[in-house]
């Protein structure tokens, strides 16, 4: 019994509340209704016992507040609170003219609560209470003015004959009335859950792939740092074994600590992903970081640096894979320049209304026109390293919301431009 009312429930706190918030509006027209009464003189059966049953829901609803359980006992506890709204509403239609009273169709709202806090079956099932109750109320002896109303328009000779036949009529009405109530709003309220529930699958299904994705990047923009210094420990290894060089076997070592720090942040980068820290940051202290710790490791490339920023709020969300992809790209344009005996660099970066530019100059040959077009649109190859480094680049850009775009100088070397913010649109 209790998985037919867990099964398609909300969240338990939420469903408590707005039945609280319900009861309350209910208990409020109640006490509305009976002073309305009272001042109308209207036939009641029994005062005392009417503010009896009225402080009887009040007590109910204040108790809601005050219970506290696991989850199975709270579903069961508003299917209680219920199944006394309807038997409180029923002992007032009882005490108030029974089913010739207007507020009859108060009975409706149980169920309709029901429906849409519960799954279909419940919801049938107070239905089907509600339509019992009905059914008692219609044995309560009528008001005098309906009975007046009822000698006035009948036929003396016919006897009671149309006056059951409308009391048949009001019953099937009624019923009619909360089965409609129940399927209707069982269906749309199931039909909710199941877009809710799909949206959440998606959401997670989304959210793994993204995750896959970081770690298919963090992976590969490892792969890519490590291949250059592995090719060089290879090379450097040969050398020595014909050489016994010393100065040679501390450029192996200088090689082997780079392989070892590159490693070490990629677990460090893993560990932080699975534990799920990655937090936004300022974009521009991002960029700023990332520079300074990749100068830190090319320490033969000097470079000239113009910075500038009014402080406008511009952030990253995952300042590793921006940190990886500057890697690339400024790792790239140092190669460029020292393949031209010109080892330095000039950056310019600036923020101004929530947008960020950087461009990167290296002081290299230069790029055929065709060749720049394509660089970092796909894998290119290369004679070091696997070709994947400025594709990985432009990928991780791209996905936090950057642009790259990349032109020859005039005066050798290529410019790389580097876009956050409106321009990327």
């Known amino acids: 019994m209790n998985a037919i009312f867990s099964r398609n429930t909300l969240h338990t706190e939420q469903p408590i509340q707005q039945l609280q918030r319900f009861r309350w509006i209910l208990i409020g027209l ?24 009225i402080a009887v829901h009040v007590f109910t609803n204040i108790s809601l507040k005050l219970w506290r359980g696991n989850k199975g006992s709270e579903q069961r506890f508003i299917a209680i609170s219920i199944l006394i709204d309807l038997f409180m509403i029923t002992a007032l239609l009882a005490m108030t003219g029974g089913a ?4 009859v169709a108060i009975l409706l709202l149980p169920v309709a609560v029901t429906a849409v ?3 279909a079956i419940p919801s049938y099932l107070m239905a089907i209470l509600a339509i019992g109750c009905y059914s008692l ?7 005098t003015d309906v009975h007046a109303m009822h000698q006035h328009h009948s036929d003396p000779s016919a006897g009671t004959e149309p006056f059951s036949q409308h009391i048949s009529q009001m019953w099937w009405a009624f019923s009619f009335s909360a089965f409609i109530v129940s399927w209707f709003i069982s269906a749309q309220t199931q039909r909710i859950r199941s877009t809710s529930a799909q949206l959440n699958k998606l959401q997670q299904k989304q959210l793994q792939h993204e995750q896959i994705l970081a770690v298919a990047t963090y992976a590969a923009n490892a792969t890519h740092d490590l291949a250059t210094p592995l090719q060089n420990l290879v090379l450097l290894t040969d050398e020595l074994t014909e050489q016994q060089d010393q100065s040679l076997a501390a450029d192996l070592h200088q090689q082997l600590q780079l392989c070892q720090q590159i490693v070490q942040q990629l677990r460090a980068n893993a560990q932080q992903l699975r534990k799920g820290d990655l937090q936004s940051q300022p974009l521009y202290n991002a960029v700023e970081h990332s520079i300074q710790l990749w100068l830190v490791s090319r320490p033969e490339i ?13 952030t990253v969300s995952d300042s590793i894979s921006l940190a990886a992809a500057l890697f690339n790209i400024l790792d790239n344009a140092a190669d460029a320049s020292l393949a031209n005996k010109e080892p330095r660099l000039s950056l310019t970066m600036q923020q101004h209304n929530s ?4 461009q990167i100059r290296d002081y290299g040959p230069g790029l055929p026109e065709s060749d720049l077009a394509q660089l970092g649109k796909k894998p290119s190859p290369s004679e070091q390293g696997l070709g994947l480094g400025q594709f990985l680049a432009n990928v991780s850009i791209d996905s936090l919301g950057g642009k790259v775009e990349r032109q020859n100088c ?14 990327t649109k």
Request: proline letters at 4%.
């Open 30 to 53: 109640e006490l509305l209704a009976s002073l309305t009464g009272y001042l109308l003189e209207y036939p009641i059966h029994s005062w005392s016992l009417l503010c009896f049953v």
């Open 100 to 103: 010739s009273n207007g507020f």
């Open 117 to 119: 806090l519960f799954s």
């Open 137 to 143: 109320l219609l044995q309560v002896p009528l008001t």
């Open 302 to 314: 000097s470079m000239e640096q113009h910075f500038s920023s009014d402080q406008s709020p511009l």
């Open 355 to 358: 947008q960020l530019e950087l």
């Open 410 to 423: 005039a005066d050798n070397g290529v410019l790389t431009r580097i876009y956050f913010g409106d321009k």
